[in-house]
């Protein structure tokens, strides 16, 4: 039985619109990091675009999550303001891993004008609205998939430098395997990483070598909207953290306080794994121990939201070794991008950790070369980072003009 549907698009004429007045035309701000603004005012000038959300009769909020097939779900929400408050509207699309950046921003336009419409039928722009329907044609048959969802990715990279008295080069190589759908999550992810610097001095040479090799295998299951559970298996080997290899294995449980459909924009995320830590040393470590392994907990709390006055995200970790619960990490993290009133914003972020956990350091200590140029790591019961920045912008509200002359 065929089933009929209803495509609606529409097409705006204005040729003749660039001789009238803007007095009921669209105020429109486009909280979009993703977006080539030059693109949207180049090819959608019958939009006001202004610098602020407070200006706009609609402040567009986009967000993207990655796809399956390594290409990008994105998520309009539209909020109406001033004369269109109470009307908010969404709208959702995926752009393809292979589209060229003109096809993406051609993509990313047209779907605003899109989820528009609502709004732009009530202004004195719905003369220049034509809309048409269109019959679907009856269902195809559903396309088959050689692959059954595996998508593959394989990457390596190299850096060279040299100068006088220093010298550096660099290797990355990365392979993922994953499969994805609404019901399960599996992905293989395998990184080696080689770095080496040569410095000389009047001295001598100094010479910094650092090796890294992470793999790990992740099974994900969905149960519903908002529960989840899976298990990982790890192995890692790392100059730096005096490991000559490490294997964890997890079992982990996740709530979802949002349903997983709204994760683009918001979500509040418990989780708590369970697993099993072994690790060989390439030193003796400071407990005299070449070798050990023991049962260990991780409990993470992360909140992220994407909100009309900004965004904001966190997360609080708990880590600890069940054999000896006085050996732990805590780490806390925050972010807020805050649009505090018209034109000012400002920009906190803190990264505050507590660590009791470093049982991996040799017994051997530290050289001065290997402290300075951060070979291995060093003993320490905190680590600190934050940051604090604002803009603020004043003067025409409005935002359409591009002129790219001089690269500008």
Same mark, same amino acid.
């Given at each position: 039985?065929?089933?009929?549907?209803?495509?609606?698009?529409?097409?705006?004429?204005?040729?003749? &619109?660039?001789?009238?007045?803007?007095?009921?035309?669209?105020?429109?701000?486009?909280?979009?990091?993703?977006?080539?603004?030059?693109?949207?005012?180049?090819? &959608?000038?019958?939009?006001?675009?202004?610098?602020?959300?407070?200006?706009?009769?609609?402040?567009?909020?986009?967000?993207?999550?990655?796809? #399956?097939?390594?290409?990008?779900?994105?998520?309009?929400?539209?909020?109406?303001?001033?004369?269109?408050?109470?009307?908010?509207?969404?709208?959702?699309?995926?752009?393809? &891993?292979?589209?060229?950046?003109?096809?993406?921003?051609?993509?990313?336009?047209?779907?605003?004008?899109?989820?528009?419409?609502?709004?732009?039928?009530?202004?004195?722009?719905?003369?220049?609205?034509?809309?048409?329907?269109?019959?679907?044609?009856?269902?195809?048959?559903?396309?088959?998939?050689?692959?059954?969802?595996?998508?593959?990715?394989?990457?390596?990279?190299?850096?060279?430098?040299?100068?006088?008295?220093?010298?550096?080069?660099?290797?990355?190589?990365?392979?993922? +395997?994953?499969?994805?759908?609404?019901?399960?999550?599996?992905?293989?992810?395998?990184?080696?990483?080689?770095?080496?610097?040569?410095?000389?001095?009047?001295?001598?040479?100094?010479?910094?070598?650092?090796?890294?090799?992470?793999?790990?295998?992740?099974?994900?299951?969905?149960?519903?909207?908002?529960?989840?559970?899976?298990?990982?298996?790890?192995?890692?080997?790392?100059?730096?953290?005096?490991?000559?290899?490490?294997?964890?294995?997890?079992?982990?449980?996740?709530?979802?306080?949002?349903?997983?459909?709204?994760?683009?924009?918001?979500?509040?995320?418990?989780?708590?794994?369970?697993?099993?830590?072994?690790?060989?040393?390439?030193?003796?470590?400071?407990?005299?121990? +070449?070798?050990?392994?023991?049962?260990?907990?991780?409990?993470?709390?992360?909140?992220?939201?994407?909100?009309?006055?900004?965004?904001?995200?966190?997360?609080?970790?708990?880590?600890?070794? &069940?054999?000896?619960?006085?050996?732990?990490?805590?780490?806390?993290? #925050?972010?807020?991008?805050?649009?505090?009133?018209?034109?000012?914003?400002?920009?906190?972020?803190?990264?505050?950790?507590?660590?009791?956990?470093?049982?991996?350091?040799?017994?051997?200590?530290?050289?001065?070369?290997?402290?300075?140029?951060?070979?291995?790591?060093?003993?320490?019961?905190?680590?600190?980072?934050?940051?604090?920045?604002?803009?603020?912008?004043?003067?025409? +509200?409005?935002?359409?003009?591009?002129?790219?002359?001089?690269?500008?």
């Amino acid at each position: 039985m065929k089933k009929l549907a209803y495509f609606l698009f529409f097409a705006l004429s204005f040729i003749t &619109l660039s001789a009238q007045e803007k007095t009921d035309a669209l105020r429109l701000y486009v909280d979009c990091s993703f977006c080539s603004f030059d693109y949207l005012r180049q090819h &959608l000038p019958y939009l006001e675009y202004v610098r602020g959300r407070q200006l706009a009769d609609v402040h567009l909020i986009a967000s993207q999550w990655p796809t #399956a097939a390594r290409g990008k779900e994105v998520r309009y929400e539209l909020i109406g303001q001033g004369r269109f408050a109470g009307l908010n509207d969404s709208l959702r699309f995926v752009l393809p &891993l292979n589209a060229s950046e003109n096809e993406q921003n051609e993509q990313l336009a047209s779907e605003m004008e899109n989820a528009l419409i609502p709004f732009l039928a009530q202004t004195s722009l719905r003369q220049y609205l034509n809309f048409a329907y269109r019959q679907e044609k009856e269902a195809s048959a559903a396309t088959s998939d050689p692959w059954k969802n595996w998508v593959f990715t394989l990457s390596a990279s190299g850096r060279y430098r040299q100068e006088a008295a220093f010298r550096s080069s660099n290797l990355r190589s990365n392979v993922t +395997i994953r499969k994805v759908t609404p019901d399960i999550r599996l992905q293989a992810y395998n990184y080696l990483g080689w770095d080496e610097n040569l410095f000389k001095t009047e001295d001598g040479q100094v010479r910094s070598i650092s090796r890294e090799l992470y793999s790990s295998i992740v099974a994900i299951r969905s149960i519903n909207n908002h529960w989840s559970y899976g298990g990982e298996v790890e192995f890692r080997s790392s100059l730096f953290d005096n490991l000559r290899f490490q294997n964890r294995y997890w079992a982990a449980l996740e709530y979802n306080l949002f349903p997983y459909s709204e994760s683009s924009r918001r979500q509040l995320r418990f989780s708590s794994e369970l697993g099993y830590d072994y690790r060989h040393y390439n030193d003796t470590t400071i407990y005299n121990k +070449i070798r050990e392994g023991f049962m260990a907990f991780d409990l993470q709390l992360a909140l992220e939201l994407k909100e009309k006055w900004g965004e904001a995200s966190s997360h609080v970790e708990m880590a600890t070794f &069940l054999n000896d619960p006085s050996r732990y990490e805590l780490s806390l993290w #925050a972010g807020l991008n805050l649009n505090l009133f018209q034109g000012l914003t400002l920009d906190l972020s803190c990264d505050l950790s507590f660590i009791r956990n470093q049982v991996g350091l040799p017994q051997s200590g530290l050289t001065k070369e290997e402290v300075l140029l951060q070979q291995r790591r060093q003993a320490t019961n905190f680590r600190l980072a934050s940051s604090l920045g604002f803009s603020y912008t004043f003067g025409s +509200i409005y935002n359409d003009v591009v002129n790219p002359r001089f690269g500008y």
